[in-house]
DNA sequence: CCAAAAGTGTTCACGGTACACCCATGC
DNA sequence: GCATGGGTGTACCGTGAACACTTTTGG
């Protein structure tokens, strides 16, 4: 059979890429990475950072050349999401749309403008403006996915900056889960799973007293897994 | 822009279909429906049902459209499972796969042989021929997913008669968990989650005493996913 | 009467949850 | 010295796991 006997959709790639507001307040809150359309369709309007796969690169590869090229952002944590296909979909015809899922830490990436001025902000997750497409129901998706697996994969750990403070932490998973989580047993279930090394350092600059920092240790996370062990927070 | 002005991949979709081997004798295993190609490449190999996506489909129905022409089936539980785009994947040029599995009772559905003459078998998920592409990886992802997605959904029905026995579904979960479980703990769990209505009715023409049938009651596992429940076996 | 599977309760160990006070630091 | 978050232990309860015998039926 020809394969170019039959008329082919447009393949695009889209990335829901979140990261956690960590500024100096202890206001913390889950936001998304949203894109300004300078063209039409939806010009000016909010939309997932995106775009056509090439035709000689892999799914993954076209994510995150995208997410390279429209907001400066490279070797996240990315994950594949669903894939999009109501043939409605896109105004200008039939296009099929892979989701993505990114994890960024916000000390360490700033993001960047992309290079054709249209701007990248971020949005709290539940104050995002309307978007473009049916980029809504991709980012619920990807939300409803990130707070089943964030229980049951150490996938938190992506948004934070690698050095953290046991609080720090509660406060991830209680921003991510919307319910509070009891301090003492947090940190005893966590500390017990043997995942996490104290360092020899205390946070900086608090007024208060100042909290030991750690860090997750993969290859402990990886070896624990080969002998059956299950993250759950 | 232009949606055309670079070339598309070929966009196409394949199906992981399971069953459960219910035969008359006790012994049942979990099976994978391959299709054996007609056509070049891969002539004569074994391989996933499915094809290209129609211009004016949705995926689901692609799949849908694919699992009634290549093997008779219809009305089948079907969930989207991951999209392979690996640019070397298929050697007639760029082809991606959005990848479906489906969940079919062997004893409402007949898997007929596909229109033309190649033939439609089932296989033991554990001894399945060599497959064409990259569909071993495809099935090996669906089994993942399976046995992970069973534990905390109601999908194993899906797998038995609308009637079935206590030991049918305890003996479907052990076979796609790949472990044992205990029968008194596995009926004083299923039994008190109060998902299951017992008919009045009883297991016919066995040697040994009749178990009694029941059905699982989806309006009511509805209502207490409402109320916050969680399925886990 | 024998083979084969159905059906049925109790005990124990562990992990989840609830809960309140003192400590260290910066201002 | 006071405000702010850091850090710590115990008691209770519910759920998961282990475990064996009697019942029913057909052949």
């Given at each position: 059979m020809d394969l170019d006997a039959y008329p082919h959709p447009a393949l695009a790639v889209d990335c829901v890429v979140f990261g956690l507001e960590?500024?100096?307040?202890h206001e913390t809150c889950l936001n998304v990475l949203l894109i300004e359309r300078g063209l039409e369709p939806f010009a000016g309007a909010w939309a997932l950072p995106g775009g056509f796969v090439h035709i000689d690169e892999s799914l993954d590869e076209a994510a995150r050349r995208e997410l390279a090229e429209e907001a400066?952002?490279?070797?996240v944590f990315l994950e594949q999401l669903y894939t999009f296909g109501a043939?409605?979909?896109d105004p200008r015809g039939r296009v099929v749309s892979v989701a993505y899922y990114a994890l960024v830490r916000l000390s360490d990436h700033h993001v960047r403008a992309a290079t054709d001025a249209r701007q990248a902000r971020w949005f709290p997750v539940s104050q995002r403006p309307d978007l473009a497409f049916d980029h809504r129901q991709i980012v619920d998706l990807a939300y409803q996915r990130l707070q089943a697996k964030v229980r049951y994969q150490p996938l938190g750990f992506e948004l934070l900056p690698q050095k953290f403070t046991l609080s720090q932490l509660q406060r991830m998973y209680e921003h991510i889960l919307e319910r509070p989580l009891d301090k003492r047993n947090f940190r005893k279930k966590i500390l017990g799973m043997d995942l996490l090394v104290a360092l020899d350092e205390m946070q900086q600059g608090v007024a208060h007293r100042a909290a030991r920092l750690y860090r997750f240790d993969e290859q402990r996370y990886n070896r624990l897994v080969q002998r059956g062990f299950n993250f759950e927070v």
């Open positions: 960590t500024d100096k307040s400066g952002l490279h070797d043939p409605e979909r």
